[in-house]
């Protein structure tokens, strides 16, 4: 099986109709359980040196049950793969069950209720995150990863009736007061390990809008990516354009890097992003935002395209 940065080199530039037919046969956007990509992913998994130590799970999470009706993760499932195998059980004895494995978790999540939209499915927007609570000596730290950025969303909105919504502002934003909801829940059924989250820019992704230029809405490919780089340098170095050292991926959440963690990903496959990112040495500096977002909105599809189109690639390749 050859890596991911085989087909990023290769530099395969496909139409749009080309990444949404492929898209749609890896069903990469279905949004629900055991599709296509996600047998891919768990045997691509498989070339990871640590991957008996990372837990990869795909969830969908009702935004409104966690921030409006309090029901925790009640109502969530885990899909996953073990030795080959199928499984889909409530997503809280998967986590609490790899928490005991003392294993790394990455959660794909497709967020539900993710902005008012009239016109959209039951009137709101889906959204894809990743979620990773990772092991430390004793205890675990949860960290969360919206590709929008620092460009965070702040409002939840509910449906009263078929003239009235009702707006909720959440001044920290809406992925920490999930994300908070969420590692509180998970503590209620910890006896050893309690999961630690600050909610700020160490364990909460708010660097560059990576979908600043992307009004087709590829963000569901986001959490692939990331899990990818996740695992396969969860414990090496690399390097960016033979230049610039990035940690492991481990070592990078673990010290509060978030930023790098995730600008570092995404600068392997964009060649003017890269070059900004070596540039500015990978700095967790606010003040890089600006330009950063002015790359990738002056880029257009382009940005977007030079990430989607290797990794449908990688996902095709004719091993599996």
């Not at 990469?28 to 837990?55: C, Q, V, W």
Request: proline fraction near 2%.
């Amino acid at each position: 099986m050859k890596p991911l940065s085989q087909f990023i080199c290769k530099k395969p530039q496909k139409k749009y109709s080309t990444i949404k037919k492929q898209s749609s046969f890896l069903e990469l956007d279905a949004g629900y359980p055991n599709t296509e990509a996600h047998i891919r992913i768990h045997f691509t998994s498989k070339m990871f040196k640590n991957n008996d130590k990372i837990s990869y799970t795909s969830t969908t999470i009702e935004l409104h049950n966690i921030l409006i009706n309090n029901i925790g993760l009640d109502e969530c499932f885990a899909s996953y793969y073990e030795n080959d195998i199928y499984y889909l059980i409530p997503l809280i004895d998967k986590i609490i069950d790899d928490i005991s494995k003392n294993k790394a978790i990455f959660l794909n999540v497709i967020l539900c209720g993710y902005g008012y939209n009239p016109t959209a499915g039951e009137n709101f927007y889906k959204h894809a995150i990743s979620i990773i609570f990772q092991p430390y000596k004793g205890h675990y730290k949860g960290f969360i990863i919206n590709s929008h950025g620092h460009d965070t969303n702040h409002e939840v909105e509910e449906i009263l009736s078929s003239t009235r919504i009702k707006t909720t502002i959440y001044k920290e934003g809406v992925d920490v007061a999930l994300m908070k909801k969420i590692v509180e829940y998970i503590n209620t059924f910890t006896c050893k390990q309690i999961v630690e989250y600050k909610g700020d820019s160490s364990d909460t992704y708010l660097g560059a809008n990576l979908q600043s230029s992307d009004w087709r809405g590829f963000c569901y490919m986001y959490p692939f990516v990331i899990f990818y780089y996740y695992g396969f340098y969860y414990s090496e170095k690399r390097h960016l354009g033979d230049i610039l050292e990035i940690e492991s991926s481990h070592k990078l959440l673990k010290n509060g890097n978030m930023t790098q963690f995730v600008h570092g990903i995404f600068a392997e496959f964009n060649e003017r992003f890269k070059e900004k990112i070596i540039e500015i040495k990978n700095s967790n500096d606010e003040k890089y935002l600006d330009s950063l977002d002015e790359i990738i909105i002056s880029q257009d599809y382009r940005f977007i395209k030079d990430i989607i189109s290797p990794y449908l690639s990688f996902l095709k390749q004719k091993c599996f």
